[in-house]
């Protein structure tokens, strides 16, 4: 099947049908939760630059996760709001799905409080990490990078709010459902969001929160919101399992303000956050705004700026729109009488453009090397990142026949499972279809660098066959 789109909203995936049985096999999956269907074949796009790490990072914002391209295909469009499915990608129903991912993580009895059951699908590698508060390290970039936002707004507007310190647990209604992406959307499947249990997850947006704090209108009637937020998905310099986005919202009086006085404002509110952010002025040479589709907004834009003399200068920066009416009602509010907008911005794939930070994996290191180099003015003083030395890679090949529930995704997170960190990269180097068996083979190379040693082939070795060990057990595929 062919000429589907995925846009995404804070890591969950909405649905884009450019023909008709598209659309019907679109319908089917939103309206029958039971037989729901999600979709497996992405590959991660190549990245070589910070200016490409911006157009082609996965580590979304809040309205909108970076550019994939589709195994076997090239990706027309890379970008804050584009994933494209290829005709070679297969549906696999969620049942199965469930079955794999149960069978992949050990569940505590309690995760912060919160009861699991057997929906429960966050690894080791991602629960140790809860409570690190990056974004409340003022020496950190991106706690640098979140001053810096909260100065700007306070600046233009003394009475926006801020929140950064919200549990990441939350409800699937808040997270899900308060966002128009009902039951069987493959926004909700356990291959892309972590499960504590079957109602609660860890949040994948900040828009998890976005119909509590509006629900304080008039009170509150702009803000900001900040946090960590978790997602499964490839492995590469730009993606990791936790990331931070901010979000905001300005709420009007309709009788005060009239539609098109909201959108200008959301669109002159913006554009001077790039220019702030970008050091660029405002103008049709530095900036554009783009139609979009997102459930929660109605209409949606994206903003881009002109940055860098690639085939393509014009990078995406963040997603916005109009708030939809019924998300308004889930806050409480009547759409008659106040509307507004919201935009979203990943906060880890800013820093690294602006302080040249080539690794996503560097923002939870330890190393002094790194965290020397910033201080609360790293912001102001246009500091670049210095790269220390780095140590030679270990990479080592998975080439496996595959079953049909094979999810991509399930592999990565296991090979996070056992390498944690040390694991640079995760590629796919072939794949295909045996014309006689039908059965399907793909080639996974993955590159094991540790960014504070050398690491030796035997300690790599040893963690390899853990996961070659899981990958038979855990996902039912054939070796090869």
Not at 52 to 81: D, E, H, I, K, Y
Not at 173 to 178: A, G, I, K, L, P
Not at 182 to 202: C, K
Not at 369 to 393: G, L, T, W
Request: aromatic share 8%; proline share 5%; charged share 25%.
């Amino acid at each position: 099947m062919s000429g589907v789109a995925f846009a995404s909203l804070g890591g969950h995936r909405v649905i884009k049908a450019a023909s008709p049985r598209a659309q019907q096999v679109v319908l089917q999956s939103q309206q029958h939760p039971a037989a729901g269907l999600i979709i497996s074949g992405f590959r991660a796009s190549t990245l070589r630059s910070p200016a490409m790490l911006l157009a082609a990072s996965g580590v979304a914002a809040t309205m909108g996760s970076l550019g994939r391209r589709a195994a076997g295909s090239s990706c027309r469009r890379q970008g804050m709001l584009g994933r494209l499915v290829s005709s070679n990608m297969r549906w696999v129903p969620v049942q199965r799905r469930l079955l794999s991912r149960a069978a992949m993580t050990t569940a505590p009895e309690e995760l912060l409080g919160v009861k699991t059951d057997s929906h429960y699908n966050v690894p080791v590698s991602v629960t140790s990490k809860l409570g690190s508060d990056l974004l409340l390290k003022e020496k950190h970039p991106l706690g640098v990078l979140w001053k810096t936002l909260k100065d700007h707004f306070a600046s233009i507007d003394p009475d926006c709010h801020f929140y950064d310190n919200e549990a990441p647990i939350v409800g699937t209604v808040e997270n899900f459902d308060n966002l128009r992406l009902p039951p069987g959307h493959p926004g909700r499947s356990p291959s892309d969001t972590y499960y504590v249990n079957a109602e609660t997850v860890l949040r994948t947006h900040t828009s998890a929160h976005q119909c509590a704090h509006m629900a304080l209108y008039p009170g509150v009637k702009s803000f900001l919101c900040a946090g960590d937020v978790y997602r499964r998905d490839e492995i590469d310099a730009s993606h990791y399992p936790i990331f931070h986005q901010c979000e905001g919202v300005r709420l009007f009086d309709k009788d005060k303000v009239s539609a098109e006085e909201v959108q200008a404002d959301l669109k002159k509110t913006l554009e001077g956050v790039a220019a702030h952010l970008f050091n660029i002025s405002i103008g049709e040479k530095t900036m554009r705004w783009r139609d979009d589709y997102f459930p929660f907004t109605e209409p949606s834009f994206e903003l881009d700026i002109y940055y860098g003399d690639g085939s393509d200068p014009w990078l995406e920066v963040l997603g916005c729109g109009i708030v939809h009416p019924e998300v308004l009602q889930n806050a409480g509010l009547d759409p008659e009488k106040v509307h507004g907008w919201a935009f979203g911005i990943g906060l880890e794939r800013i820093a690294m453009v602006l302080f040249g930070i080539p690794d996503i994996r560097l923002f939870w290191s330890e190393d002094p090397r790194f965290h020397e180099q910033f201080d609360e003015k790293a912001f102001e003083n246009k500091v670049e990142f210095k790269p220390f030395s780095k140590y030679p890679p270990v990479t080592k090949d998975i080439s496996m026949w595959i079953p049909e529930t094979f999810v991509d995704n399930d592999l990565f997170e296991m090979i996070r499972d056992e390498g944690g960190d040390q694991v640079e990269k995760v590629d796919l180097m072939d794949e295909f279809t045996n014309k006689k068996t039908g059965k399907t083979s793909k080639l996974f190379r993955v590159t094991w660098r540790d960014m504070s040693r050398t690491l030796t082939n035997e300690e790599v070795n040893a963690k390899h066959e853990i996961v070659l060990q899981r990958v038979v057990k855990e996902l039912a595929v054939e070796l090869r």
